[in-house]
Every structure is written in C-alpha cells, then in structure tokens.
C-alpha cells in the first residue's frame, strides 16, 4: 500500500434536536499497515449535528497523514464525499453560500478541509454505511463512542 487509507464516521443521537450530542470516528491505515484509531465528541460548544461530527472525523484524520503521501478518504456519507467532490467548488465561488443563496453548514470545517485539499493528494470515496465494509463499520463504532464523549487514540502496530 502506497496510500493512508481513513474511514470516517459520525454519529449523533439526537441529532437536530436540543438534547443532541455528537462523536466523530475514524480509523487510519498507513502504508505500511499500522492502524490508529481516533475518536472524540463533537466540542459542547459547536453545533451538535450528525453532519459536522462527519466533517471533524475526516478533518482530524487528515491532519494525523504525514505530508506527501496520498490520502484516500473512505465515509458512507454522501455530505461529505458530494461536498469534497462536487459541491466545494460552486460554495467558493459564491463566497461560502449554497445554490439557494444560503449559507454553507460548517463552513469553518470544510474552509479547513479545503485548505487541506490545495496542499494535499486527498481523494474521497464512498461507501454504503453498514453493508459490512470492517473499516466503516469500526469508524462507526468509534464514532458512536465519541458521541458518549470518550476520547480514543490507539494506534496498532501491522505484524512484522
């Protein structure tokens, strides 16, 4: 493998209501098979919602890839991999505002992800949540563990 392969996941019970809270999940494979696993709870502060615990796994993943190696990006959810693909581009041009002239949910994150993406090999893929993927379905558990507020990072060395 020449790639970090991250799969990304949110979670967030609740979500959209005023008793919600968020956790963010994400499990990292480096090129030479050593797996770390992150997660968190989405800051009390910030907006409690399933898509911007999504955005913060991918976020504080990324951020863990050391400089100069490709980065695959693997979540089930379309928000993130349409809004990395597809979508950034137009939200940009039109100064952080969606097509209906509203504004972009989580602009600070995906800003910080975009500035990323200028000075990274980052590619995004999507995956179907819960169809068995182990790496989706680990940063899902991990994601669910973040939104009860643990912190995780366990880094697992590949056999030698």
């Not at 995004?124 to 169809?131: D, K, P, T």
Request: glycine share 10%; proline share 6%; charged share 25%.
């Amino acid at each position: 493998m020449t790639t970090y392969n991250i799969y990304v996941d949110g979670a967030c019970p609740n979500n959209g209501k005023p008793n919600a809270k968020a956790g963010w999940g994400a499990l990292l494979i480096n090129p030479q098979g050593d797996t770390l696993e992150l997660a968190g709870p989405v800051p009390f502060d910030q907006t409690q919602t399933n898509g911007r615990a999504e955005l913060l796994a991918a976020l504080m993943a990324i951020r863990r890839c050391k400089p100069g190696m490709p980065i695959t990006v693997i979540s089930d959810s379309d928000y993130v991999v349409k809004g990395a693909t597809e979508w950034l581009p137009g939200w940009k041009a039109r100064g952080w505002k969606k097509a209906d002239k509203k504004p972009v949910e989580h602009a600070d994150l995906w800003s910080l992800i975009d500035q990323l993406m200028q000075t990274r090999d980052i590619r995004f893929l999507w995956v179907r949540g819960h169809s068995g993927n182990a790496g989706n379905e680990r940063a899902d558990a991990l994601a669910c563990r973040g939104a009860r507020g643990e912190r995780i990072e366990a880094l697992t060395k590949a056999a030698s």
